[in-house]
T-cell receptor, first 109, second 118 residues
Framework: GEDVEQSLFLSVREGDSSVINCTYT??????LYWYKQEPGAGLQLLTY?????DMKQDQRLTVLLNKKDKHLSLRIADTQTGDSAIYFC?????????FGSGTRLSIRP | GAGVSQTPSNKVTEKGKYVELRCDPI?????LYWYRQSLGQGPEFLIY????????DSGLPNDRFFAVRPEGSVSTLKIQRTERGDSAVYLC????????????????FGPGTRLTVL
């Protein structure tokens, strides 16, 4: 069945780049997503990429998609304390979204 | 409305009781989704409505769970004979068109209802 895997934790120094990686299984996914969840807040759609694209850049965010390896990454440039959150990778699968378990990003001074 | 809203924000109930969770989607969105998020996990799909009808209910865990959307807008998720394992955050999302032409459009999530079954 469909599955999305991502590492559970990432710690980076403030000002450095963060790279969160994800693998997925459904090769028919048309969209791949990155959602952000802060404590006590709802899921916020950060960015998404169509499956026929390799890269998408949106201000400090860069999404890279390797469709052959079914690998997706999110790079956050100049990471700030406000970027502390759980980041969910997700793939579209027919009418639903399949989420990974989330990567908790912590920022150290 | 400006976004997806859900009520109540928190619900505490006793094992065996019946609960209803409400979702108000973004105005004009034809598609509505329910997900469940357990502690330390990502959201898991429960059900998808296109208009008034449940187009995909493959994620409902058992027949204690039921959802309706009678007028194609507000939806209610109903859980009968609640069990401690039902404790989770229940998330609702809506999207403008849903599943059309072989792809789904962007889903916008509400803040969730935290259900605790004692």
């Amino acid at each position: 069945g469909e599955d999305v895997e991502q590492s559970l934790f990432l710690s980076v120094r403030e000002g450095d780049s963060s790279v969160i990686n994800c693998t997925y299984t459904d090769s028919s996914s048309t969209y791949l997503y990155w959602y952000k969840q802060e404590p006590g807040a709802g899921l916020q759609l950060l960015t998404y990429i169509f499956s026929n694209m390799d890269m998408k850049q949106d201000q400090r965010l860069t999404v890279l998609l390797n469709k052959k390896d079914k690998h997706l990454s999110l790079r956050i440039a100049d990471t700030q304390t406000g970027d502390s959150a759980i980041y969910f990778c997700a793939e579209s699968s027919a009418s639903k979204i399949i989420f990974g378990s989330g990567t908790r990003l912590s920022i150290r001074p | 409305g400006a976004g997806v809203s859900q009520t109540p924000s928190n619900k505490v109930t006793e094992k065996g009781k019946y609960v209803e969770l409400r979702c108000d989607p973004i105005s004009g969105h034809t598609a509505l989704y329910w997900y469940r998020q357990s502690l330390g996990q990502g959201p898991e799909f429960l059900i998808y409505f296109q208009g008034t009808g449940a187009a995909d209910d493959s994620g409902l865990p058992n027949d204690r769970f039921f959802a309706v959307r009678p007028e194609g807008s507000v939806s209610t998720l109903k859980i009968q004979r609640t069990e401690r394992g039902d404790s989770a955050v229940y998330l609702c999302a809506s999207s403008l068109n849903g599943w059309t032409s072989g792809k789904t459009d962007t889903q916008y999530f509400g803040p969730g209802t935290r259900l605790t079954v004692l």
